[in-house]
């Protein structure tokens, strides 16, 4: 199947996945510092949870609200797929929420599990959940009147 062109409608929240990508990188253990990020653990921490609240928890929003309704409304596939959404969402809320409890000893591994988390839910729904919203609507415009 070739991959479609992201339609309009979806490309804020690919923007706003581009910048999410980048927390997950910085939360990574396995990834050289990005020049002007933080590097230490705790400077870590603080930029994540930052980005958690100004960031992630709008897009997280906004996603439940637009799109995640939509697919259930579709149905089917979409509707499958908008579940695992919401349960990978609620996963990586909690896993921020435990972030700024976490002690000192803990937090490296913490924040690298959070990382690949992110990471793993952000491309889901670009390269599975918004193709397969996609397809419904592209087939759906497709219909004759």
């Not at 990005?34 to 906004?62: K, N, V, W």
């Not at 637009?66 to 990978?88: H, T």
């Not at 959070?114 to 497709?142: C, P, T, W």
């Amino acid at each position: 199947m070739t991959p479609l062109r992201r339609q309009d409608w979806l490309i804020p929240y690919s923007r706003a996945h581009h910048r999410m990508l980048v927390v997950a990188q910085v939360l990574k253990n396995d990834v050289p510092t990005y020049r002007g990020m933080p590097s230490t653990d705790e400077g870590r921490r603080e930029y994540a949870l930052h980005q958690y609240s100004e960031l992630i928890t709008l897009e997280f929003a906004s996603v439940e609200r637009e799109l995640v309704s939509m697919a259930k409304r579709m149905g089917g596939q979409a509707a499958r797929l908008a579940l695992q959404v919401l349960k990978e969402q609620e996963d990586i809320i909690r896993a921020f929420e435990a972030l700024e409890d976490a002690e000192k000893n803990e937090l490296s591994e913490r924040m690298n599990e959070l990382g690949y988390q992110l990471a793993s839910h952000v491309r889901f729904k670009e390269r599975i959940f918004f193709m397969a919203l996609q397809e419904v609507v592209q087939a759906q415009d497709n219909l004759p009147s």
